[in-house]
């Protein structure tokens, strides 16, 4: 595709539901992020790919929460458990090389009832 | 969509007048600032960068001012237009960070231009 694309657009969940949120990065881009974004807030980092290896999981609030791109290229965000705090627009990035222009994709906004 | 506006401080201009969107960044080891444009229901849109070792750069009807004494940001749009409206932020990161080169975003501003 021509852009970064995620899905859902829109997830509902219930209180200590699992829910896993994809990213499809531009072709060939080497790095992809993952930012959360509250409403009326800036995205806020949660954790960073090249490539296959995650090399900074800093962001991740806590250890309901997960990522991996096990080939370099499609990116899953799993949160498991879900909680109320958890409800934002999660956003995800990519660049074609290590400190590029990042791309972002039009979120997943996630509702956690 | 939802506005990503809420709570977020707002400028109101007149469509053709120019906007100056202010931003402070915090880390003095930034250097290199980036403006995102975010429409209601879409993913921040990159306009305009700069590294640490300018202090302006222009872009078409943008100009990105940065004082790094007081660490400072500003965005300027020249004849603002109702495209314009958005929330606009700024982002820091060092430029060569390691590996990671995450972006940090400062509170958002939201432009409503008035036609």
């Known amino acids: 595709g021509a852009g970064v694309s995620q899905s859902p657009r829109y997830k509902v969940a219930k209180r200590g539901q699992d829910v896993a949120l994809r990213c499809d990065p531009i072709?060939?881009?080497?790095?992809l992020f993952w930012y959360q974004q509250a409403l009326g807030q800036g995205p806020e980092f949660l954790t960073y790919f090249q490539n296959e290896a995650q090399l900074d999981k800093s962001g991740l609030p806590s250890d309901r929460f997960f990522a991996e791109r096990p080939e370099g290229s499609v990116s899953t965000l799993k949160i498991q458990r879900t909680q109320q705090e958890d409800s934002a627009v999660y956003l995800c990035?990519?660049?074609?090389?290590?400190?590029?222009?990042?791309?972002f994709g039009q979120g997943t906004r996630l509702t956690v009832v | 969509g939802e506005s990503v506006g809420l709570h977020l401080p707002t400028l109101s201009v007149q469509e053709g007048d120019n906007s100056i969107i202010n931003c402070a960044y915090s880390n003095s080891a930034s250097d290199y600032f980036i403006w995102y444009k975010q429409e209601s229901g879409k993913g921040p849109q990159f306009i305009i960068d700069i590294r640490s070792n300018m202090d302006k750069r222009q872009g078409q009807r943008v100009t990105v001012l940065l004082n790094k004494t007081v660490k400072h940001l500003s965005l300027q749009i020249a004849a603002t237009q109702p495209g314009d409206s958005a929330v606009y932020f700024c982002?820091?990161?060092?430029?060569?960070?390691?590996?990671?080169?995450?972006?940090?975003f400062g509170t958002g501003t939201l432009l409503a231009v008035q036609p």
């Open positions: 982002a820091e990161t060092p430029l060569y960070g390691g590996a990671t080169n995450k972006l940090i």
């Open positions: 990035a990519s660049s074609l090389a290590v400190g590029g222009e990042a791309f």
């Open positions: 072709s060939g881009h080497v790095s």
